[in-house]
């Protein structure tokens, strides 16, 4: 039994980016692609997204003049791709608050949003320092601050705390503190929902960009594989290890049930296709009795 | 000092038709770039990023009150942070009460001087937010920050010079800092 259909989308994607952002320490190692992407999770009741991408009305030229991202489209084409519109989407669980992940809630009205407070505590701690700590502040833009008090006085943005059980039934956010930032999160669908899952997904945010930082190789350290880090971590690489640990752990360690939003290898391990605008569908999993958005 | 290849929006640029800014009618045309202009953008440069920041720990600490409220808590003030945050306001202000500004700046100096004080009156909105009784009262006193935080939030990329460097987002190791051909 399969409650969820899950799929990433591509919405925009860098041609070349420096492997050594992906992989920590990977320098002079050369480029890799970088897909953005958000993630659907869909059930019969429900139309979740994890992370909303970036709003291209505010950062779109820019990016692309600056730093070469390309070919963003929104969420209603993005979205239409599988038959849904943006006013469809119900939940939103923000993985962090760098701009490409939740630079975008405006596009959805009807939403409900979940971001761990710590994430927001110590941003705005952040933002007291003096210049010379101004790394910490990187990729956060007040103005999405701004639209998530927006949702606040709506009614519709919760502020969690650790990790949170059945948000949606079967589906679980988990805090993964001081990490790749100060309070990212990792999204668990137990798609048979049961407590004891045989069928676990895990939907990693930042905390893992592509598998290699799952299986790495480790012969530097005389093993076969191991875990290596992204390259950005506001807190620290020990936390990303150790929340990599907690969700290979989720899944039984299967490695491809932890799932990398900017990993253009989702087309090797996961039927895909690409849309008439040049972007991606990989297509997670399916809900009993779902039709294949891919076939 | 670097020779920037983009310049202060022109004052009659439509960036500028927002909400309360250039009602002073000290505002004059540009010139065209020159070194008095880069001066300015350099001494400016301090106070927009302070600017920058409070608007971000505001919206911050706001959110965070709001959401607890919320959860049946009551609205606190209570987080160390708005102090600070009112303090960088205050050195804001001296900041852009000091600079030097040429003509060709008249207009965006006082966007930023306009900014600061919509700022200061949803710091000071805030305060006097938490010791209101009735929900009526609160939720008046709630749109009327969030329309100065919107205010200021528009000033803030309506006069932001990425070419410059002043610009709302530090961009410099996000995840799309990567191409080849970035700088």
Same mark, same amino acid.
């Given at each position: 039994?399969?409650?969820?259909?899950?799929?990433?989308?591509?919405? =925009?994607?860098?041609?070349?980016?420096?492997? &050594?952002? !992906?992989?920590?320490?990977?320098?002079?190692?050369?480029?890799?692609?970088?897909?953005?992407?958000? !993630?659907?999770?869909?059930?019969?009741?429900?139309?979740?997204?994890?992370?909303?991408?970036? /709003?291209?009305?505010?950062?779109?030229?820019?990016?692309?003049?600056?730093?070469?991202?390309?070919?963003?489209?929104?969420? &209603?084409?993005?979205?239409?791709?599988?038959?849904?519109?943006?006013?469809?989407?119900?939940?939103?669980?923000?993985?962090?608050?760098?701009?490409?992940?939740?630079?975008?809630?405006?596009?959805?009205?009807?939403?409900?949003?979940?971001?761990?407070?710590?994430?927001?505590?110590?941003?705005?701690?952040?933002? &007291?320092?003096?210049?010379?700590?101004?790394?910490?502040?990187?990729?956060?833009?007040?103005?999405?601050?701004?639209?998530?008090? /927006?949702?606040?006085?709506?009614?519709?943005?919760? +502020?969690?705390?650790?990790?949170?059980?059945?948000?949606?039934?079967?589906?679980?956010?988990?805090?993964?503190?001081?990490?790749?930032?100060?309070?990212?999160?990792?999204? +668990?669908?137990?798609?048979?929902?049961?407590?004891?899952?045989?069928?676990?997904?895990?939907?990693?945010?930042?905390? !893992?960009?592509?598998?290699?930082?799952?299986?790495?190789?480790? =012969?530097?350290?005389?093993?076969?594989?191991?875990?290596?880090?992204?390259?950005?971590?506001?807190?620290?690489?020990?936390?990303?290890?150790?929340?990599?640990?907690?969700?290979?752990?989720?899944?039984?360690?299967? =490695?491809?049930?932890?799932?990398?939003?900017?990993?253009?290898?989702?087309?090797? +391990?996961?039927?895909?296709?690409?849309?008439?605008?040049?972007?991606?569908? &990989?297509?997670?999993?399916?809900?009993?009795?779902?039709? =294949?958005?891919?076939? | 000092?670097?020779?920037?290849?983009?310049?202060?929006?022109?004052?009659?640029?439509?960036?500028?038709?927002?909400?309360?800014?250039?009602?002073?009618?000290?505002?004059?045309?540009?010139?065209?770039?020159?070194?008095?202009?880069?001066?300015?953008?350099?001494?400016?440069?301090?106070?927009?990023?302070?600017?920058?920041?409070?608007?971000?720990?505001?919206?911050?600490?706001?959110?965070?009150?709001?959401?607890?409220?919320?959860?049946?808590?009551?609205? %606190?003030?209570?987080?160390?942070?708005?102090?600070?945050?009112?303090?960088?306001?205050?050195?804001?202000?001296?900041?852009?009460?000091?600079?030097?500004?040429?003509?060709?700046?008249?207009? %965006? %100096?006082?966007?930023?001087?306009?900014?600061?004080?919509?700022?200061?009156?949803?710091?000071?909105?805030?305060?006097?937010?938490?010791?209101?009784?009735?929900?009526?009262?609160?939720?008046?006193?709630?749109?009327?920050?969030?329309?100065?935080?919107?205010?200021?939030?528009?000033?803030?990329?309506?006069?932001?010079?990425?070419?410059?460097?002043?610009?709302?987002?530090?961009?410099?190791?996000?995840?799309?800092?990567?191409?080849?051909?970035?700088?």
């Amino acid at each position: 039994m399969a409650d969820y259909s899950i799929h990433v989308l591509e919405y =925009s994607y860098v041609p070349q980016y420096h492997k &050594s952002g !992906v992989l920590y320490g990977a320098h002079n190692e050369g480029y890799v692609k970088l897909p953005y992407c958000y !993630v659907l999770i869909r059930s019969a009741d429900h139309v979740a997204l994890v992370d909303v991408g970036y /709003n291209h009305k505010d950062y779109g030229k820019f990016l692309a003049d600056k730093f070469g991202v390309e070919n963003w489209r929104s969420p &209603s084409v993005v979205l239409g791709e599988l038959g849904l519109t943006p006013e469809d989407v119900d939940t939103v669980f923000i993985t962090h608050a760098h701009f490409d992940h939740f630079g975008n809630v405006e596009d959805f009205p009807n939403a409900t949003f979940y971001i761990q407070r710590d994430e927001i505590e110590k941003w705005v701690w952040a933002m &007291s320092l003096p210049d010379r700590l101004k790394w910490m502040m990187i990729a956060v833009d007040p103005g999405d601050v701004l639209r998530g008090v /927006n949702l606040a006085a709506q009614g519709r943005l919760r +502020t969690i705390e650790g990790s949170l059980e059945n948000v949606l039934p079967g589906v679980d956010l988990h805090l993964a503190k001081d990490s790749h930032t100060f309070g990212s999160m990792w999204v +668990t669908v137990r798609n048979d929902g049961k407590a004891q899952s045989d069928d676990t997904w895990v939907l990693a945010g930042d905390l !893992v960009y592509q598998f290699k930082n799952i299986e790495n190789d480790g =012969s530097v350290v005389g093993v076969d594989k191991m875990y290596t880090p992204v390259g950005l971590a506001l807190g620290s690489q020990m936390n990303l290890l150790l929340a990599t640990e907690d969700m290979m752990k989720q899944t039984g360690y299967d =490695s491809h049930r932890v799932i990398p939003i900017h990993e253009e290898g989702l087309a090797d +391990t996961f039927p895909c296709r690409i849309t008439k605008e040049g972007l991606r569908i &990989s297509e997670i999993c399916l809900a009993d009795g779902a039709g =294949s958005f891919v076939a | 000092m670097t020779r920037h290849t983009k310049r202060i929006h022109d004052a009659a640029c439509d960036t500028w038709d927002l909400p309360r800014a250039g009602q002073g009618g000290d505002l004059r045309p540009r010139s065209g770039p020159d070194d008095v202009t880069d001066r300015y953008l350099a001494a400016i440069a301090p106070a927009y990023d302070r600017l920058s920041r409070v608007l971000a720990q505001l919206c911050g600490i706001f959110l965070l009150a709001l959401t607890r409220d919320a959860q049946g808590n009551g609205l %606190h003030l209570d987080h160390a942070m708005y102090g600070v945050a009112r303090d960088q306001l205050n050195e804001a202000r001296e900041t852009l009460g000091g600079v030097p500004v040429p003509d060709p700046a008249h207009r %965006h %100096h006082a966007a930023m001087g306009q900014m600061a004080a919509h700022l200061s009156d949803a710091a000071r909105d805030m305060d006097r937010m938490s010791a209101l009784k009735t929900t009526p009262d609160r939720d008046i006193a709630k749109r009327e920050i969030l329309k100065r935080l919107a205010e200021a939030q528009h000033l803030l990329i309506a006069t932001a010079e990425p070419d410059s460097g002043i610009t709302p987002v530090d961009f410099t190791h996000a995840c799309c800092n990567c191409t080849t051909g970035a700088a």
